[in-house]
């Protein structure tokens, strides 16, 4: 199988509260048989200083960001907690002519009540493939 990823890092510059969503990264694979994506060590954001400060971050899979959002044909949202994630897998069926792609959407919460601070997943999530050849 041969897999790749368009970003292995996303970096937050939020200027004011709300609640902003982008697209992760894109896993995309071609081979032959099954890929299972797991996932582990996803945590909300806390303050690289220290403080007592935690932004709630979420992810979510869909081709666009609408699919997520659960605009598309009336769906629910589809935003799973960080801390949920984790032990989450998610099975993508391989081919050698068409890749398979698999988008991974992140959102924060961003308050009044945060402050200004940096702040990280200081746990850093870690996606592990494994291949299977059914």
């Not at 041969?2 to 081979?31: C, F, M, N, Q």
């Not at 769906?75 to 032990?87: D, M, S």
């Amino acid at each position: 199988a041969h897999v790749s990823l368009s970003a292995t890092r996303l970096d937050w510059r939020v200027r004011k509260p709300g609640t902003y969503a982008a697209l992760a990264t894109e896993i995309t694979a071609t081979g032959y048989g099954g890929l299972s994506i797991q996932f582990s060590g996803f945590a909300n954001l806390t303050q690289t200083d220290g403080g007592d400060g935690e932004i709630e971050a979420f992810y979510g899979f869909g081709d666009t960001l609408a699919d997520v959002e659960g605009m598309e044909n009336g769906n629910v949202e589809q935003w799973t907690p960080a801390e949920n994630l984790n032990g989450q897998s998610r099975e993508l069926d391989l081919t050698s002519s068409e890749p398979a792609v698999l988008r991974m959407w992140s959102k924060v919460r961003v308050g009044d009540e945060d402050p200004s601070a940096e702040y990280e997943d200081y746990k850093g999530g870690v996606i592990t493939f494994i291949v299977s050849n059914n």
